[in-house]
């Protein structure tokens, strides 16, 4: 099937889809930041794959839609997960553990610049004038967090190419998902990029990591099981709904708003700090998503198709 077409209004549907996608997964960067001190990581997110596989799959056959895999997609499913699944998790999992977890989602939401620049290559998507300066604006908010923390940054050097291997891996993986992307439903494509995805997560977990202790606090199991539904089941499938009905530079720059949820929820739940960074970032984050996503909402007009 041929991508889906590029340049389209963005509805009130999309926009509740993506405002949940960001407060979840933005809360989410300190609350995995506490569940790995009891959870070993591997083993954690092991069980979060697990779960999404299992829920996105039984819910697509709730719903009517056909799960069997299509003849000829596995290698497909197997380049793709690759990168989406596995090596964002294991990236983003470990980098999280070696710095605050707000900087960390600062770093990894450095996705945008990857996956625009790869998609401008690779799928000839157009530079539009707005989506330069949602870009830019952006990330000139980025920027500016992580230019008040070079010094931490430069302390966990480990930490920080981690979650810079985590942003260039999803954004390869976002891209090739517009690319010969299967015929079936966006739930039934990310259960299935779980299983294939979660495969060598649970190699290397049998492999590495030790024995989970069952006597889990009430904050580590709280995290287990948000992670399991609502980050891996409901948060990949709007994000790959996103992906599949936005082009790439919309729906990755749309996401920019997270890790500024990230550093303020880090700031609230594990006291790390906010200052003017954290505002002017907020401004100019707030500024690009509205460069992006209001002008074609507002006029009611979708920009011409490549």
Not at 29 to 52: D, H, N, Q, Y
Not at 82 to 92: L, S
Request: charged residues 10%.
């Amino acid at each position: 099937m041929s991508p889906p077409a590029a340049f389209r209004s963005v509805s009130a549907g999309q926009l509740s889809i993506l405002a949940l996608l960001t407060l979840i997964w933005g809360i989410n960067w300190p609350i995995m930041k506490l569940t790995v001190v009891e959870v070993p990581v591997l083993t954690f997110r092991s069980l979060c794959v697990i779960a999404g596989a299992i829920g996105c799959l039984a819910l697509a056959r709730m719903a009517g839609h056909v799960i069997a895999l299509p003849k000829g997609s596995a290698w497909w499913f197997v380049r793709v997960s690759f990168f989406n699944v596995t090596c964002w998790n294991i990236f983003a999992v470990y980098g999280v553990t070696l710095m605050p977890s707000g900087r960390a989602s600062i770093l990894a939401f450095t996705m945008p610049l990857w996956a625009t620049a790869i998609s401008t290559v690779w799928l000839k998507e157009e530079l539009t004038l707005r989506r330069i300066a949602g870009l830019v604006l952006g990330l000139c908010g980025i920027g500016i967090l992580i230019g008040g923390d070079l010094r931490a940054i430069s302390e966990a050097p480990i930490g920080a190419a981690l979650m810079l291997g985590a942003a260039v891996t999803w954004g390869l993986g976002t891209v090739m998902l517009k690319i010969n992307r299967p015929v079936m439903s966006t739930m039934t494509l990310t259960g299935w990029q779980f299983v294939f995805g979660g495969v060598p997560i649970i190699i290397l977990t049998i492999a590495l990591d030790p024995v989970p202790k069952l006597d889990l606090s009430a904050i580590a199991a709280f995290g287990v099981v948000y992670n399991m539904l609502a980050c891996f089941i409901f948060c990949y499938w709007a994000w790959y709904k996103l992906v599949d009905t936005l082009p790439v530079g919309i729906s990755s720059v749309s996401t920019l708003m997270i890790p500024v949820v990230g550093t303020i929820s880090g700031a609230l739940i594990l006291s790390e700090p906010v200052g003017w960074q954290e505002i002017a970032a907020l401004m100019l984050v707030v500024t690009a998503l509205a460069s992006v996503l209001l002008p074609a909402r507002l006029t009611g007009t979708a920009p011409a198709t490549r």
